[in-house]
């Protein structure tokens, strides 16, 4: 079956600093990837997404590339804020029609740090 | 435009009662799916229902249960709680069925259960 491992948290840093987050994936197919951000006491919000390999999605300062050969999705931000203190969800979807839920990761508490 | 809007945010219930949570998508979302948020299990799919109909159903026994109205309205139902229910309830809406593969969900700020 598919699934979603990400790295262990909390991942704590001081503001300005490089953020990486790890994400791999086993999927059959060729799913979508997403990450998604969950800041306290809400629900989570689409923070970016690819659909292919190769693609790279990006917004607010975030960007992750879609590597099929390393079967990977990792997060980065090249200078944190304060305000990015949250928790991160990787997740995949499966091509549109099919009949398969949508994993997600675990989820990586990220807090930064003035 | 409206995002996805769950009631009641916060709900105190007792032992062997039911509840239902309601969920109204994003004007012309069709999908709604249903996760259980805690800290011990993380995010668990409870179910997707997609033009009324329970498309997937996750691993929870059958006193979990749902449906979605014409207008995508959804709800679900939980009989009998149990300690173990207490948890964050988030919908979530999308354009396409199992998630979206090319528009993602969109969460509402779920339904905070707390049973004593």
């Known amino acids: 079956g598919n699934s979603v491992t990400q790295m262990e948290g909390p991942v704590t840093l001081s503001e300005e600093a490089f953020l990486t987050i790890n994400c791999t994936y086993t999927?059959?197919?060729?799913?979508?990837l997403f990450w998604y951000v969950q800041y306290p006491g809400e629900g989570l919000q689409l923070l970016l997404k690819?659909?292919?390999?190769?693609d790279k999605g990006s917004n607010k300062g975030f960007e992750a590339t879609y590597r099929k050969e390393t079967t990977s999705f990792h997060l980065e931000k090249g200078s944190v804020q304060v305000s990015d203190s949250a928790v991160y969800f990787c997740?995949?979807?499966?091509?549109?029609?099919?009949?398969?839920?949508?994993?997600f990761g675990r989820g990586t508490s990220l807090i930064v740090h003035p | 435009k409206a995002g996805v809007t769950q009631t009641p945010r916060y709900l105190i219930k007792t032992r062997g009662q039911q509840v239902t949570l309601s969920c109204s998508p994003i004007?012309?979302?069709?999908?709604v799916s249903w996760y259980q948020q805690t800290p011990g299990q993380g995010l668990q799919f409870l179910f997707e229902?997609?033009?009324?109909?329970?498309?997937n159903k996750g691993n929870f026994p059958g006193r979990f249960s749902g449906r979605q109205f014409s207008n995508s309205r959804s709800e679900m139902n939980v009989s009998t709680l149990e300690l173990g229910d207490s948890a964050l309830y988030l919908c979530?809406?999308?354009?396409?069925?199992?998630?979206?593969?090319?528009?993602?969900?969109?969460f509402g700020s779920g339904t905070r259960l707390t049973v004593v």
């Open positions: 690819a659909t292919k390999a190769d």
């Open positions: 999927a059959t197919g060729y799913p979508s």
């Open positions: 997740a995949l979807s499966p091509p549109s029609g099919g009949s398969y839920i949508p994993t």
């Open positions: 979530a809406s999308s354009l396409e069925r199992s998630g979206g593969a090319n528009y993602g969900y969109t």
């Open positions: 229902y997609f033009s009324e109909t329970q498309r």
């Open positions: 004007s012309g979302h069709r999908s």
